[in-house]
């Protein structure tokens, strides 16, 4: 069954506007605190947010939904989407929520929600509290005397920071190592630069001065170019761009030039692996990781598993096989051996562990193979338009699988957060690859024009 709220990573649209509204925030609040009241224990709900202006609507509305329940609500402010999720198994809490767009613009917001144990909430759970918030909670309301209450965390902040450093191995520092972090104006500006820090490199934070507007806004890791000409500027051994709320980073090397979500996975892989930390024989990713990246692993005796596109499903994947490295090139990467969702600042501090026992620059430690060409264009189409059920489309789809010959591949995807089609294609032949794109990329622009 269709979700009607629900998407890849919780709800998320337009800021206020159907369905990012305040009034759908309060149904998400009292429909998921009715979902998660079980048993007579005071319940509680974690809510943490990045930085968008937005929050300051959506915070207030969810927590008089969960109030309204009987829920206490404990508050942390602008935090990274890992810290939610730690801070609820943390607190004992029954339900974690962020409310984050991760990586989308300052008009978009969201609402992810994370279950007791801190993982993301499976898609049957999702259907349940969307049938709630039509008609499944007005019967259950609390009494005057049993209403919830609200408080703020003040320490949550140092609560995660000192929970990221101790994912960092004890006999290391990082003395004498020059780190640009930038923090794309979002959740992490406060804790990712304190972490460092603390561990002992000499941090150049940059975007770190978010006012409402500004997140992802030409910095962090979806536009990496910024860190890396920071990494240049400043003569730094490396950078790390998270994204809006840190659940995702890329990397810098020394030179500014981008070593992407793939490469530091293998890396990872490579070096657990070595010291028999890695579980499961094989890393978890998504279809759109290179095809270079599973020849690599396979190379070095280990499996490159795939799932769909989404961090959560990455997750499902490793808990059902038993393995402790996972992610997307985007740059979500899973360490379950740390967290329960994607962490930015802890996925970077593994890499950081082997740049310092590695004793070498980055660019020389970070690039574990050479990468199949992959060219991606996104078409964006109308709303209730279906040009991926047209015949001319499937035609383009099935021509270019053919002109490849099984020496690539084509993934073809709706995004679940943006009214976009996702065109991919990777193959040996830069020129074939490219071709291919474009030409399916026409065909569905034209489709969507004649709609």
């Known amino acids: 069954m269709t979700r009607k709220y629900f998407g890849t990573d919780g709800i998320r649209g337009r800021a206020n506007s159907h369905p990012m509204t305040a009034?759908?925030?309060?149904?998400?609040?009292?429909?998921?605190?009715?979902?998660?009241?079980?048993?007579?224990?005071?319940?509680?709900?974690v809510i943490g947010k990045d930085t968008r202006l937005s929050g300051y609507m959506i915070e207030p509305a969810l927590a008089a939904g969960f109030i309204s329940m009987g829920m206490d609500v404990i508050m942390v402010g602008p935090m990274p989407t890992p810290a939610?999720?730690?801070?609820?198994?943390?607190?004992?809490?029954?339900?974690?929520?962020?409310?984050?767009?991760?990586?989308?613009?300052?008009?978009?917001?969201?609402?992810?929600?994370?279950?007791?144990?801190?993982?993301?909430?499976?898609?049957?759970?999702?259907?349940?509290?969307?049938?709630?918030?039509?008609?499944?909670?007005?019967?259950?309301?609390?009494?005057?005397?049993?209403?919830?209450r609200a408080q703020r965390l003040e320490n949550a902040a140092g609560r995660y920071i000192e929970y990221a450093k101790n994912t960092f191995p004890k006999q290391l520092r990082l003395d004498g190592l020059k780190v640009v972090v930038d923090c794309a104006n979002?959740?992490?500006?406060?804790?990712?630069?304190?972490?460092?820090?603390?561990?002992?490199?000499?941090?150049?934070?940059?975007?770190?001065?978010?006012?409402?507007?500004?997140?992802?806004?030409?910095?962090?890791?979806?536009?990496?170019?910024?860190?890396?000409?920071?990494?240049?500027?400043?003569?730094?051994?490396l950078g790390i761009a998270l994204d809006g709320d840190a659940d995702r980073m890329l990397i810098s090397d020394e030179q500014g030039q981008l070593v992407v979500g793939d490469q530091l996975m293998a890396l990872i892989a490579h070096y657990w692996n070595v010291s028999e930390k890695l579980k499961g024989r094989g890393v978890v990713a998504t279809i759109m990781s290179n095809l270079g990246l599973e020849k690599y692993l396979n190379s070095i005796g280990l499996e490159l598993v795939r799932t769909q596109v989404g961090d959560r499903y990455v997750v499902e994947k490793m808990r059902d096989g038993g393995y402790n490295v996972g992610g997307e090139q985007s740059g979500h990467i899973v360490l379950s051996d740390f967290t329960t969702t994607g962490d930015g600042l802890i996925a970077a501090l593994q890499v950081l562990a082997v740049v310092m026992r590695a004793g070498k620059p980055v660019s020389e430690?970070?690039?574990?193979?050479?990468?199949?060409?992959?060219?991606?264009?996104?078409?964006?189409?109308?709303?209730?338009?279906?040009?991926?059920?047209?015949?001319?489309?499937?035609?383009?789809?099935?021509?270019?699988?053919?002109?490849?010959?099984?020496?690539?591949?084509i993934v073809i995807r709706k995004s679940g957060t943006e009214p976009v089609i996702r065109v991919m294609a990777e193959g040996e032949d830069q020129s074939l690859v490219e071709t291919i794109v474009n030409d399916i990329v026409t065909t569905v622009e034209g489709v969507c024009k004649a709609a």
């Not at 609040?29 to 048993?39: D, V």
């Not at 561990?199 to 910095?219: M, S």
Request: hydrophobic share 35%; glycine share 10%.
């Open 186 to 237: 979002g959740a992490a500006y406060k804790t990712a630069p304190a972490v460092l820090w603390e561990l002992g490199a000499e941090v150049v934070p940059v975007g770190v001065a978010p006012n409402g507007t500004n997140i992802n806004k030409g910095c962090g890791s979806t536009e990496p170019s910024y860190v890396c000409e920071q990494v240049v500027a400043h003569g730094a051994h």
């Open 365 to 409: 430690v970070c690039r574990m193979f050479t990468p199949f060409p992959q060219i991606l264009r996104n078409v964006r189409y109308a709303a209730g338009a279906k040009p991926l059920d047209e015949p001319i489309v499937k035609q383009a789809i099935e021509a270019g699988q053919n002109r490849l010959n099984g020496n690539g591949r």
């Open 84 to 148: 939610v999720a730690m801070l609820t198994r943390s607190l004992r809490a029954d339900l974690g929520v962020m409310i984050s767009a991760s990586h989308n613009p300052y008009e978009d917001n969201g609402i992810k929600l994370f279950g007791p144990d801190g993982y993301k909430l499976s898609d049957d759970i999702e259907r349940e509290i969307e049938a709630r918030m039509d008609n499944g909670y007005a019967d259950h309301l609390a009494s005057a005397e049993k209403l919830g």
């Open 23 to 45: 009034e759908t925030a309060m149904k998400v609040g009292m429909a998921a605190g009715r979902q998660f009241t079980r048993g007579d224990h005071t319940h509680r709900v």
